[in-house]
């Protein structure tokens, strides 16, 4: 795999799986004699283009000593049958790479590459242990298909579920229907961000039934049931016996799965060889594309897109035997926003991290920017007074920023300034004291909020901010619970009103220093929207709720010596 070689091309080459549905795909070969080890990439996004708005050209990869495979998953582009995202993929998965193995020049060793759904793919196929795979790259991807891809502690991701299934409806239009269901599909992409406020969400007038039923599968499914079980990576992790490199980005929507999918392997996958052979690389990047300038911030030099080089620095390592040190570097390697540098550890979250509670405090006014709440090392008193505000599903907290997918313009992603959320009275702003030394996290943001409200039920919407000295508020992780969701693995229940419960959620792992002169500030809210679909403060089992159905709520947050309501941070500095 050493120098450049020149390339030739064989498109829509045939791949029969086991049911005779045959999958094309466009092949990439080096001209050379070989043999040459094969990397192949399964995507519903247009094997021509392989997600050229974030990774190289296979071209570019072939050109590296690969014979490179780009193939359009079952029932996408060209490729025979229907599509339904996930179903059927570990079995295509498993035919594909036999028969990848079987072209000419071919050496039998085969890797497999991509982002997001062509990441998930990867995992879903590995778990079968297919003869000849012998690594693999989840890039920016989950461990299942319900918790953080579609739902989070119980809330729907809204912009990324209706903008990814009308996104997906355009090929279908193309394959099935006339050319006034093309225009209207391609219209309806493209306006689906003026629509997220419709209701009910199961009944959306810009997300045809015909080309994406999925969405209203999604929907019918809200809790973890036999619909989304097949597709979990997780609980599965003992049935993988390949090195992984995980990839993703701290304002990517599927960061946390990414991570889960990395401690999971190197704790748990089959053989020792495979557990020690799991790497972990997170950016200061969201979902698409990856670049040094995310959201309102430039990370410089040091936050450049480097995932191809990686790539084929892992792939030398395990389909070519070329060892450049990539196979004795740390496991662990993320980006600290704010210092600007990477970090490298034997595990992530690092084992000098210790955990660091800071409480919610003030005198009952914590409301919008000007208010009197505050973030304290010390614990409340008795008597401290709580907050109140209103959750009123008309008029939503908007989003600025945050971890979605999947472009910029039609879902919030990425470091923005949250002084325009601060404004709000339905906003309360804890603020800690300006830091007289930099503080460094590196892990898992957890939170606990003692809270009444006067519905069955509500969101709790949270984000952890980094305030600079000139006042800017730049957010660094973002998560959200139900309330009916607040026991983990259990059925929903209601809430019963103005009833004191706990509710204790991870709001998302981060990595970043704030600097001397900077203050830690957390912001609690009941929307978050579009990011996450507004509560009706009504408890339901369902999607089926309208304008009719949604009700005002005031909610209590209590922070007193007996509900000491806090935030945990992942402090790495003592």
Same mark, same amino acid.
């Given at each position: 795999m050493?120098g450049?070689?020149t ?6 080459v045939a791949?029969?799986m086991?049911?005779?549905v045959?999958?094309?795909a ?9 043999p040459y080890?094969v990397?192949?990439m399964r ?6 283009? %392989?997600?050229y708005?974030s990774?190289?050209?296979?071209e ?5 000593g690969?014979?490179?495979v780009s193939q ?8 025979e =049958?229907?599509?339904n995202?996930?179903h059927?993929e570990?079995?295509d ?6 028969a990848c193995r079987r072209?000419p020049k071919a050496n =039998?060793?085969?890797?497999m ?8 793919v ?6 079968h ?9 989840p890039s920016?991807?989950?461990?299942g298909t319900?918790?953080d891809w579609t739902?989070?502690?119980g ?12 996104a997906?409806a355009?090929?279908e239009a193309?394959?099935?229907g006339?050319d006034s269901?093309i225009?209207?599909?391609l ?6 961000? #003026?629509?997220y406020?419709h209701?009910?969400?199961d009944?959306h007038?810009?997300?045809d039934r015909?080309?994406a039923?999925f ?8 809790l973890?049931?036999?619909?989304w079980?097949?597709f979990d990576i997780a ?13 993703g980005?701290?304002?990517?929507i599927?960061?946390?799965g990414?991570i889960?999918?990395f401690q999971?392997l190197?704790?748990?996958?089959r %053989? ?8 972990l690389v997170?950016g200061?990047w969201?979902?698409q594309p990856?670049s040094r ?6 990370? #410089?030099? %040091?936050?450049r897109?480097?995932?191809d080089e990686?790539?084929v620095r ?10 450049d ?5 740390p ?9 600007d540098?990477?970090?490298t550890d ?7 991290m210790w955990?660091t509670?800071?409480?919610l405090?003030g005198?009952?006014r ?8 505050l973030l304290?090392a010390?614990?409340p =008193?008795?008597?401290e007074?709580?907050?109140?505000y209103?959750?009123d599903?008309?008029a939503?907290?908007?989003s600025?920023?945050g971890r979605?997918?999947?472009?910029a313009e039609l879902?919030p992603?990425?470091?923005?300034d949250?002084? &325009? ?7 309360l702003?804890f603020t800690g004291?300006v830091?007289e030394?930099?503080l460094e996290?590196v892990g898992p943001?957890?939170?606990v909020?003692?809270? %009444?409200?006067t ?9 952890l901010?980094d305030v600079?000295?000139?006042g800017?508020?730049?957010?660094l ?7 009916s969701?607040?026991?983990p =693995?259990a059925a929903p229940?209601?809430i ?8 204790a959620f991870?709001v998302?792992n981060?990595?970043?220093r704030l600097r001397?002169g900077h203050?830690?500030?957390v912001?609690i809210?009941g ?9 009706l403060n ?5 999607r089926?709720?309208?304008?009719r159905? &949604?009700? &005002? ?7 007193d010596?007996?509900?000491?309501s806090?935030?945990t941070?992942p402090?790495v500095?003592g």
């Open positions: 050493s450049l070689h390339v030739e091309v064989a498109r829509e791949m029969t086991r049911d005779g045959r999958l094309m466009d092949v990439y070969t080096p001209t050379g004699p070989g080890p990397l192949l995507s519903p996004y247009d094997k021509t283009t %392989s997600e708005f990774i190289l050209h296979p570019w990869y072939a050109r590296q690969l014979i490179v359009d998953v079952r029932g996408c582009f060209t490729s =049958g229907t599509f995202p996930f059927g570990a079995e998965g498993v035919d594909t790479i036999a072209l =039998g060793r085969v890797g590459y991509g982002f997001s759904y062509p990441g998930i990867q995992l879903m196929a590995a778990i242990r297919p003869d000849g795979l012998a690594a693999i790259a920016f991807t989950c461990d319900y918790a739902y989070r502690h809330v729907l991701q809204l912009a990324f579920a209706q903008s990814w299934a009308s997906l355009v090929p193309f394959r099935r006339s269901d225009a209207t599909a219209n309806a992409a493209g306006a689906i961000a #003026g629509s406020g209701l009910p969400l009944d007038p810009l997300i015909r080309f039923p969405y209203y599968d999604w929907l019918a499914h809200p973890h049931d036999g619909f079980r097949p609980g599965r992790y003992g049935e993988i016996d390949i090195p992984a490199l995980h990839l980005g701290w304002y990517d599927f960061v946390d990414t889960r999918n999971g190197r704790a748990g996958a %053989s020792a060889a495979a557990r020690v052979a799991q790497r997170i200061p969201y979902h990856w300038a995310t959201g309102d911030l430039d990370f #410089g030099p %040091s936050g897109n480097r995932t990686l790539v892992w792939y030398r390592r395990w389909l070519a035997d070329d060892d040190g990539i196979g004795s570097e496991a662990s390697n993320v980006y600290v926003m704010g210092a540098r990477w970090r034997d595990d992530f979250p690092p084992k000098d955990p509670r800071l409480y405090r005198g009952g914590a409301n919008a920017i000007d208010g009197d709440g304290e010390a614990a =008193g008795a008597d007074p709580h907050d109140i209103v959750v599903p008309f939503p907290v908007p600025a920023g979605s997918c999947c472009p879902a992603m990425g470091p923005r949250q002084r &325009a959320i601060e404004a709000r009275p339905d906003v702003v004291a830091l030394r930099d996290i943001v957890d939170v909020l003692h809270a %009444s409200a519905t069955d039920d509500t969101d709790f919407a949270v984000k901010v600079h000295p000139c800017r508020a730049i957010n992780v973002d998560g959200i619970l139900r309330a969701h607040r026991e =693995g229940t209601p019963e009103p103005d009833r004191v419960y706990r509710y991870r998302g981060t990595a970043a001397a203050r830690v500030r912001e809210a929307t978050n929207f579009p990011l996450y679909e507004r509560t009504a408890f339901r089992a369902d089926h709720g309208g304008y159905d &949604a009700r &005002a709520a005031s909610v209590r947050l209590f922070h010596a007996g509900r000491p806090h935030v941070l402090v500095d």
